[in-house]
Structure formats: C-alpha cells, structure tokens
C-alpha cells in the first residue's frame, strides 16, 4: 500500500530537475512463523454404526494425517495401527496401514469379534495425536457351530421332512 508520494521540481541551467521519494508500507500476511507439521490423525471416513460379529466391516474406513491447525497434511509412508479403544474384544484384518501421497490410509477389511455392544476404534502413529471412531454397535455374528440339546436320536432320509 503507498502512503503517499514527495516530490519537488526546480530549473537549474535550463533544464528541469526533478526528485521524487515514496514512502510504501508492505504488509506481510503471516498466520505463523511456526513451519507446518504432522501433528495427528483424524478420521475422515467413519466406520458403521453396527457389525456383526467375526464379520468384516460393512465400509472401510479412512483416517488421515493432520497438520498443527487440524488440515490436511499430505504425507505418505506414515504407518497408522488400528486397535479397539473401548468396548473390548478383538480387532482382525489389517490392522496396520501407511498413509498414501495424499496422507491418507485405508482400512478396508476390519473384523471386530467378542461380545455384543458398543465399541470404538482408536488409530494410532509415532509421534501424532491419536484419533478414536465414532461408535459401532456390534450384533452377533453368524452362528458357526450347531449344537443339539436333546439327548434323543432322530434318523431321517435326506431331503425329507424329520419328525420327533
């Protein structure tokens, strides 16, 4: 911005001699002299709010590095765990990504198993703030093994109706 312009004018010996002199003022726009740095994670695609037990997560989810100031921060090769934070039971399928160029990781097949209720997921990496899911309500999972809880014995023909 120019905040204002002196000048003056005089002969000497026939020609004019000018002289000018601007006073400017620059104004520099900084938010901090602090240099931008991976400072935590945030999860940026959550997980769903129910799963089924011992089953894969229904979307996968995706969380990603952020700056001091909570933006984007775009670095690759961090390597991000997923873990249960709360609610308990076990967490299975890859549980640890590396952030992509753009500082994003994906995990696209998550398996929560234990008890039913309500669990979160905590994302973590050296040196940043760790980030936790929203909640996910877990329902039972698919029954695996069947059990009969009779003692009597019923003999049937295959694809026929079985009476007791």
Sequence with gaps: MIRSIVGRA????????????????LTLACDS?????????AVVAQPPSTAQSGVALGQAVTVEVRDQKGSAFAQSGVAIVASIAGGGGTLGGATTQTTNAEGRATFPDLVISGAVGP?????????????????????????????GQSAASVQATVASAVTA
Excluded: N
């Design 119 to 147: 669990k979160t997921l905590q994302f973590v990496a050296t040196g940043l703030t760790a980030a936790t899911s929203s909640s996910i309500t877990l329902t039972p999972g698919s029954a695996t093994v069947l059990e």
């Design 10 to 25: 005089w002969w000497r010996s026939s020609r004019l001699i000018a002289s000018a002199s601007v006073l400017a003022t």
């Design 33 to 41: 002299t602090e240099p931008r740095r991976a400072a935590a994670i």
